[in-house]
Nanobody, 127 residues
Framework: QPQLVESGGGLVQPGGSLRLSCVAS????????IGWFRQAPGNEREGVSC????????NYGDSVKGRFTISRDNAKNTVYLQMNSLKPEDTAVYYC????????????????????WGQGTQVTVSS
């Protein structure tokens, strides 16, 4: 059974950093593009970032570009999201999911779709 498990969330002050991890089991993560998504209370889930199978190409939504970095270690079946310069508006439950065989362009990342959702990890940015 394909499964993704997110971890690394927590409470951080504005301007702080967190690194989220997404570990896959039941399938070979390296065959797929993987996306990070988030859902804030009262909002729809939106795409945040995507990384292609090789890890050499990445895409980001405008609100996180320059602050977040997605990476992957296919040997560990893991994708990461390094989040720097965090803002209160980044507060949300963050999920990873399979984004398919390719990533959308930056302009469409927020509308990205995914499969095999994990349970999510809460990120709270507050002083």
């Amino acid at each position: 059974q394909p499964q993704l498990v997110e971890s690394g969330g927590g409470l951080v002050q504005p301007g702080g950093s967190l690194r989220l991890s997404c570990v896959a089991s039941g399938f070979t993560l390296g065959y797929y593009a993987i996306g990070w998504f988030r859902q804030a209370p009262g909002n729809e889930r939106e795409g945040v970032s995507c990384i292609r199978t090789s890890g050499g190409s990445t895409n980001y939504g405008d609100s996180v570009k320059g602050r977040f970095t997605i990476s992957r270690d296919n040997a560990k079946n893991t994708v990461y999201l390094q989040m720097n310069s965090l803002k209160p508006e980044d507060t949300a439950v963050y999920y990873c999911a399979v984004a398919g065989i390719d990533c959308p362009p930056d302009s469409l990342v927020t509308r990205m779709r995914g499969d095999y959702w994990g349970q999510g990890t809460q990120v709270t940015v507050s002083s």
